[in-house]
Each structure stands twice: as C-alpha cells, then as structure tokens.
Nanobody, 123 residues
Framework: EVQLQASGGGLVQAGGSLRLSCAAS????????ISWFRQAPGKEREGVST??????YYADSVKGRFTISQDHAKNTVSLEMHNLRPEDTAVYYC??????????????????WGQGTLVTVSS
C-alpha cells in the first residue's frame, strides 16, 4: 500500500519555525521526486519545494526561508521552515512524482499524494 504521511504542522507566531516531515512507503522512494505543496483557504494549491535527482527547487516565495532535505535510509523528506509569515498559513501536502521541477511548477501531477498537515502562522 502506497503511503505518504505528512506531519509536523502546528500553530506558530510570525518569525517562528516549523519542521514538516513526509514519510513514504509502498513505492520506489529512490525513483521518485518528492514535493511539498500548500493550499491556503480560498486559494489554489501551489508548489512550495521539491527534491529529486539530487536537486532541490523552491518557489520564489519561500527561497531563503525553507529548506528541503531527504533521508533515503528512512524514506522521509523534511521541510524546514524558518521566518514564517502569516501568508505561509496553509494546509501542506507532500506528493511523489517523476519530475521534480515540473511538479513544483504545476506542469506534472504527483503520482501519489499524502494527507495534509495544517500550518498556521499568527501575526
């Protein structure tokens, strides 16, 4: 059974930090790029960051504040989020697909999705 388990969301004040984790199982983790997406209330889902083939990509809105990393031994991808802003408030999802950059840009859909984890940043 394919599973992508996202965790780590919560409530934090502006300027604070959170670490999201996406635990994967049931598919070839090393053969897939893993992306983080987010969807704020009333807005469309957007790509936040992705990692695959040893490369990382970030949306302009999070560059310099978010860092994505991958642990192949644990089949997990983490997203370190620093200097959080109220506009970062959203449900964050992880997804696995075959094209890292294309997923981030919305040109390719993930093959697998995890459930979301809510990040709320208060001002």
């Amino acid at each position: 059974e394919v599973q992508l388990q996202a965790s780590g969301g919560g409530l934090v004040q502006a300027g604070g930090s959170l670490r999201l984790s996406c635990a994967a199982s049931g598919f070839g983790f090393d053969d897939h790029a893993i992306s983080w997406f987010r969807q704020a209330p009333g807005k469309e889902r957007e790509g936040v960051s992705t990692i695959g083939d040893g490369k990382t990509y970030y949306a302009d809105s999070v560059k310099g504040r978010f860092t994505i990393s991958q642990d192949h031994a644990k089949n997990t991808v983490s997203l370190e989020m620093h200097n959080l802003r109220p506009e970062d408030t959203a449900v964050y999802y992880c997804g696995a697909g075959t094209s890292a950059r294309a997923m981030l840009l919305g040109r390719s859909r993930p093959n697998y999705w995890g459930q979301g984890t809510l990040v709320t940043v208060s001002s």
